[in-house]
């Protein structure tokens, strides 16, 4: 008899999203905008600032997804066509694509083996190398891939000589921080993800954290055609339609009640897995550099050394597969995407050597005691035959 699907990573209801939404419906506020985009918006900054500040210098703007908020966030950076943007190579291609929408350029770069994000030492050969031949790069998406920070005191200080602003793509790393601070509060803008498989979602979704409220009010005024204070509709300015909508940011209100009991599931499954690959050679489970760092754990990533293990990550994904569980190889980098391959690329092969040797493995907050049995029956049974 076959068993149910293990998925990598699937929606976790806490149990009060329906009352948000049925509150939207009772007020018929269906609408974009409404208590739930105000409210969602509010608890999203007290959590980022640890609940401490009421004054918040953190202001957060609701969106129809992360990929819009990195639009936004380019656009409100300044960023126009012919222009060059610096973006983490190992990552997925949402962040990439926005740079693409304004007919700029991504300057792609390599990963360093710590926390699989951006490196700062080929970042700064890169600013160097566009400088030399005439153009400053205009913006750097970093992104804490997997929900592991990024090395954010290297990264800034690199970005800080250069007086480049940085992005900080947090679309999986809500619930992260580095020494004692949230992610998503680290860049000049950062962003969210609320889609179906991260650590909460919304259906689909996406916020804009901003470190000035004029930064917040010029999202929005974006997100909402750009219209201008004028009774009739007047638009000195493109804009775009990118805002939450009232029924998915009451869902989101129910997830932020869970979020973090859901980061400690997931922790929950990253340290079954250390467990469990504790007796394997040859099998690393990516973990926290050192206590600086807090992960989410958003996934758990393996990475298969074939000499030792004498197996490759792929037979043993389709072995997973086989028994009706769900792994997937990592990011495939951008710089070897066909759609970016003419792209400048910086870098020293770390990031391929990730992709071929590194697998997610299922770490939803919802799996149970059963599951996390099947999961190690099989990779006993792969590893150990
Ligand atoms: C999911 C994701 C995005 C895009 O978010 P959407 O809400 O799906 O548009 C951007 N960057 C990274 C790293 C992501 O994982």
Redesign the pocket.
Same mark, same amino acid.
């Given at each position: 008899m076959e068993q149910g699907k293990i998925w990598l990573s699937s929606p976790h209801m806490g149990g009060t999203e329906q009352k948000f939404v049925n509150e939207a419906f009772e007020a018929n506020w269906i609408a974009p905008l409404g208590p739930n985009v105000t409210g969602f918006e509010l608890d999203i900054e007290s959590y980022l600032t640890n609940g401490k500040d009421e004054e918040s210098s953190i202001h957060v703007a609701a969106l129809s997804?992360? &990929?819009?908020a990195?639009h936004l966030a380019l656009i409100l950076l300044g960023v126009e066509q012919g222009d060059e943007v610096i973006c983490q190579s190992m &990552?997925?291609a949402?962040?990439a694509n926005p740079i693409m929408y304004l007919g700029a350029t991504p300057v792609f770069i390599d990963s360093e083996r710590d926390t699989l994000n951006l490196c700062p030492v080929q970042l700064e050969n890169a600013i160097v190398d566009r400088m030399a031949n005439g153009k400053k790069p205009k913006a750097i998406i970093a992104?804490h891939?997997y929900g592991m920070p990024y090395k954010i005191d290297e990264v800034k200080q690199v970005a800080d000589k250069f007086e480049i602003p940085i992005i900080e793509?947090s679309?999986?790393a809500l619930g992260s921080s580095y020494k004692g601070k949230k992610c998503g509060t680290f860049g000049e803008i950062g962003?969210l993800?609320?889609?179906g498989n991260?650590i909460i979602t919304t259906s689909?979704?996406?916020a804009l954290i901003a470190n000035k409220k004029s930064i917040k009010q010029k999202a929005i005024f974006l997100a909402t055609q750009a219209r201008d204070d004028a009774p009739h509709y007047q638009h000195t300015e493109i804009g775009y339609n990118y805002r939450l909508s009232n029924i998915s940011a009451g869902i989101g209100r129910g997830q932020m009640q869970v979020l973090d009991e859901h980061v400690g599931l997931r922790r929950k499954m990253n340290e079954f897995y250390q467990d469990t690959f504790s007796t394997i050679d040859g099998v690393t489970v990516f973990s926290e550099p050192n206590s600086d760092y807090f992960c989410n754990n958003w996934l758990t990533i393996i990475s298969v050394n074939e000499k030792i293990t004498g197996k490759n990550r792929e037979d043993f994904r389709l072995f997973m597969e086989g028994l009706n569980i769900e792994c997937r190889p990592l990011w495939k980098p951008m710089h070897l995407q066909p759609v970016f391959e003419k792209m400048p690329y910086y870098g020293n092969g770390i990031a391929e050597e990730l992709f071929e040797t590194g697998l997610c493995l299922p770490s939803g907050s919802n799996l149970t005691e059963e599951d996390r049995k099947r999961l190690e029956l099989g990779i006993n049974e792969f590893f150990k035959a």
């Open positions: 997804s992360g &990929t819009a990195l &990552t997925f949402a962040s992104v891939l793509d679309a999986e962003i993800s609320f889609n991260k689909g979704g996406g």
